[in-house]
């Protein structure tokens, strides 16, 4: 017989629920699947045992979510951070009672309707490796990836917001549950635009770095980030004009360091203006994408750029994003010019859509909610999976073996 190698824990008044999770654990070997008929907020100190004692734990959303979440809050900090919870509810259940439950700890809330094989996917990625949440973990090695812009208005910042918002791939029960977790930086630190797209309010912690001089640690990592939507941490600039020379190195270093630890993507708005605390920006990036128009003085000034950042980080990877336009079938004789100035090809386009850009930042949300199907967006959604593919293929070659089979 097979040794049980890890345990679920099923609480549930429902018993069609257990039989569901034990007849998907049953294809898991080594899974060992224990059931409590019971509703999670009844059970409170046995709760807290069921937790600490198995590694999954699966409930069913009572009559009260408000009470389920204090229930899960209570197991979180009694495991330290280290339970992992399934909820299932019903379908029709409102936004904000699910909310609810992912703040308290939840990782992902399934409808009670979910399929074997969606259970059963859902189980895998808890129980693996990368199921873990960031903050708990700790071990991330995220993605650095600066947005940079050879000219005023090229449209930076709207792809630093909509990559971010894209490299969550957010998916399931009413598109909820991030694959990945997103940090997104507003480093312009004097006319930053980040927060109005997304329509948050201005954040101080950057003019406190700036003005008291503290090297940030973990906790200044994890608490100066507000999460815009499910995956997508953002810190937007303050709303004080500090110098940008203020920052120093030290803290720019040790503040991508933290980051890094806890997320999966650090996307970067970075300021036109140059500052001596980029290079351990640089230092730290992974891929530079450069914004400009394909003009010759938008191309001189990318040149410019690059050649400074090159400086900076010699082993940095940049590429050239063309705004407002399509990648042409043919490339024109300007195009390849400037590829030639630049000694590297266009790799990524985004369209002319200026309608999609506003509706997106007039209402304040990302493209995926206010144009999803715009081309603009498609375009950026292509970006997006560009880099996790390089993220995986790097992770992969890293780690070949990282998940704990189920
Ligand atoms: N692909 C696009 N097509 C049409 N309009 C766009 C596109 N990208 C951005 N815009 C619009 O251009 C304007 C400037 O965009 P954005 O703020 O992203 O540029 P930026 O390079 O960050 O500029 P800044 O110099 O202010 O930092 C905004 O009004 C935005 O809606
Ligand atoms: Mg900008």
Known sequence: MQAETQSIVVISKDPAISTLVASVAQFCPGTGVHKCAAALSDINGTALQLASGNDLVIFRVGGSAEQDAAAVRGIMQHTGNAA??????????????LRRLTDAGVREVLPDTVSADELSAAIRKCLSQDG?????????????IPVAQSCGGAGATTLAVNLADCLTQRRGFRQQQPEFRTALLDLDLQFGAVGSFLDLPPNRCLYE????????????????????????????APAEIAPLHALKPEQL??????????????VIDLPRALAEWLSPVLEASERLLMVTASSVPAICQARRLLDFYGEASPALQSDIVISRERKPLIAPSHHREAARLLQKPFRYWLPNDASAAAAASDHGVPLSAAAGRSGLAKAVRRMALDLIGTRNARAGAEQPSHGKAV
Not at 85 to 97: G, H, R, S
Not at 133 to 144: I, T, Y
Not at 213 to 231: R, W
Request: net charge negative; hydrophobic share 55%.
């Open 253 to 266: 270093q040790a503040l991508i360091a933290h980051l890094r630890l806890q997320f999966d993507f650090v």
């Open 84 to 97: 992992r919870i399934l909820a299932l509810a019903d379908a029709a259940l409102p936004f904000a009672e």
């Open 132 to 144: 873990l949440p960031a903050g708990a973990s700790g071990s991330r090695d995220g993605m650095v």
């Open 209 to 236: 770095l700036a003005s008291k001089g503290i090297v940030p640690d973990h906790v200044f990592a994890k608490q100066s980030l507000t999460e815009a939507a499910p995956g997508l941490w953002v810190l937007a």
